[in-house]
């Protein structure tokens, strides 16, 4: 589905990603990640957590619920998707969304948000959490999320990453 967002003079397609995405969503990880986390996070967590999260999961970009938004030369400027995290408790949570620096609030992630949330309230889920970069919280809550609270997340032997829980109805 093709969509224009408000400062781009080119529309963006946001389609479902698959296996040849891969190499295009770890360069925009690569290249949206240390830019925008910078300004939140110290030194020492861009050094050692910022290269860990900057990376594509193979599995999530094929599963299926992992979407991109890409001009239409083809360069990927949003990615974000979302996976099942209790069917019991008919809960989703949001997976690896970035936006490309150069077009952030021009409405490439409210757009991949808004995707992620239909998808998952048509699966039958009613409740979707997401592990928010303290600088997104503002976003996120812009898109009808409460912050939980603050989390830890341990991605390796000494190497942690802040984050904030959030949560939103469906």
């Known amino acids: 589905m093709a969509y224009l967002c408000p400062m781009q003079t080119e529309a963006l397609i946001l389609r479902q990603a698959t296996d040849r995405d891969i190499a295009g969503?770890?360069?925009?990880?690569?290249?949206a990640y240390p830019r925008l986390l910078r300004k939140a996070y110290p030194p020492s967590v861009m050094v050692?957590?910022?290269?860990?999260?900057?990376?594509?999961?193979?599995?999530?970009?094929?599963?299926?619920?992992?979407?991109v938004a890409e001009t239409e030369a083809g360069r990927i400027v949003g990615a974000g998707g979302w996976s099942v995290?209790?069917?019991?408790?008919?809960?989703?949570?949001?997976?690896?969304?970035?936006?490309?620096?150069?077009?952030?609030?021009?409405?490439?992630?409210?757009?991949i948000v808004?995707?992620?949330?239909?998808?998952?309230?048509?699966?039958?889920?009613?409740?979707?959490?997401?592990?928010a970069t303290r600088n997104a919280v503002?976003?996120?809550?812009?898109?009808?999320?409460?912050?939980?609270?603050?989390v830890t997340i341990g991605l390796g032997p000494g190497i942690a990453f802040e984050a904030v829980q959030m949560t939103r109805s469906l």
């Open 114 to 131: 808004q995707n992620v949330l239909a998808e998952a309230k048509g699966a039958g889920l009613w409740r979707m959490a997401c592990l």
């Open 48 to 67: 050692t957590a910022v290269p860990i999260l900057a990376r594509a999961n193979p599995a999530l970009v094929t599963s299926g619920t992992y979407y």
């Open 85 to 111: 995290r209790s069917r019991a408790g008919r809960t989703a949570e949001m997976r690896h969304l970035a936006v490309d620096p150069d077009v952030v609030r021009q409405g490439v992630g409210r757009r």
């Open 25 to 31: 969503v770890d360069v925009l990880l690569a290249r």
């Open 138 to 150: 503002p976003f996120y809550q812009s898109m009808g999320f409460q912050a939980v609270g603050p």
